[in-house]
């Protein structure tokens, strides 16, 4: 079955520094998220992705964050500054808008982000 | 904007006895309600999801009821086992938006 991936799984980095979170979307899949965790927290919306463009996104998502489809089938984070509080898990998802189970949201594995 | 509440936050239970996990959500327009597996270090998994046009969902041991008038959502776990250990999140949508909005969260233990 196929699944969302992400990479890196882990990235460490310093306060200050930009970092880009990649991942790969279920190929058939049309609309694109971003969530994130804080350690022992809820999941929390960032952003989601639709032809090319924004169609939504939360407070958190503010001008430090961007997102990008550089090509056909990779979906990006980019934090320009990280801060300690960007410390998290971060999650992509993917979901398909024909056919059966539209609504459904399939998660990646996630990439912890550390920030020093 | 929706805003997901669940309780409790943390359910310890006798392997083979029951479950029950309650969410109650603000928006009356919300029409899609996921529910989420996670184990620790592990993505979201999607469980069982509920339309608003269905009151009952079952799937094998799992089952989901919605009280559209409350606007509450529950999660019952059947003849439970020790591989339910978990965190549990309860999740809901509206029909304007695309993004799911993620209740705080439920740690059940499986007790042997």
Redesign the interface.
Same mark, same amino acid.
């Given at each position: 079955e196929p699944e969302v991936t992400q990479t890196p799984s882990h990235q460490v980095t310093q306060m200050g520094q930009e970092v880009i979170l990649r991942c790969v979307p279920i190929s058939n899949h049309l609309y694109f998220y971003w969530y994130r965790q804080i350690l022992g927290q809820k999941v929390e919306f960032l952003v989601s992705f639709y032809n090319n463009e924004i169609s939504e996104k939360s407070e958190i998502f503010d001008d430090q964050f961007s997102v990008e489809r550089p090509d056909g089938s990779n979906f990006t984070l980019k934090i320009r500054s990280t801060k300690l509080e960007d410390s998290a898990m971060y999650f992509c998802a993917s979901r398909r808008l024909a056919g059966l189970s539209t609504d459904t949201q399939y998660f990646g594995p996630g990439t912890r982000l550390t920030v020093l | 904007g929706e805003n997901v509440e669940q309780h409790p936050s943390t359910l310890s239970v006798q392997e083979g006895d029951s479950a029950v996990i309650k969410c109650t959500y603000s928006d009356s327009a919300s029409n *899609?309600f996921?529910w *989420?597996k996670q184990e620790l270090g #592990?993505?979201?998994?999607?469980i069982i999801?509920i339309?608003s046009n269905v009151g009952e969902k079952k799937d094998q041991r799992i089952a989901v009821t919605l009280n559209k008038t409350a606007k509450h959502f529950s999660l019952h776990i059947t003849e439970t086992q020790p591989e339910d250990s978990a965190v549990y999140?309860c999740a809901a949508?509206d029909s304007s938006? =695309? #993004?799911?909005?993620?209740? =705080?969260?439920t740690r059940l233990s499986i007790r042997p």
């Amino acid at each position: 079955e196929p699944e969302v991936t992400q990479t890196p799984s882990h990235q460490v980095t310093q306060m200050g520094q930009e970092v880009i979170l990649r991942c790969v979307p279920i190929s058939n899949h049309l609309y694109f998220y971003w969530y994130r965790q804080i350690l022992g927290q809820k999941v929390e919306f960032l952003v989601s992705f639709y032809n090319n463009e924004i169609s939504e996104k939360s407070e958190i998502f503010d001008d430090q964050f961007s997102v990008e489809r550089p090509d056909g089938s990779n979906f990006t984070l980019k934090i320009r500054s990280t801060k300690l509080e960007d410390s998290a898990m971060y999650f992509c998802a993917s979901r398909r808008l024909a056919g059966l189970s539209t609504d459904t949201q399939y998660f990646g594995p996630g990439t912890r982000l550390t920030v020093l | 904007g929706e805003n997901v509440e669940q309780h409790p936050s943390t359910l310890s239970v006798q392997e083979g006895d029951s479950a029950v996990i309650k969410c109650t959500y603000s928006d009356s327009a919300s029409n *899609y309600f996921p529910w *989420y597996k996670q184990e620790l270090g #592990k993505r979201p998994q999607l469980i069982i999801d509920i339309r608003s046009n269905v009151g009952e969902k079952k799937d094998q041991r799992i089952a989901v009821t919605l009280n559209k008038t409350a606007k509450h959502f529950s999660l019952h776990i059947t003849e439970t086992q020790p591989e339910d250990s978990a965190v549990y999140f309860c999740a809901a949508r509206d029909s304007s938006a =695309s #993004k799911i909005i993620f209740g =705080s969260g439920t740690r059940l233990s499986i007790r042997p």
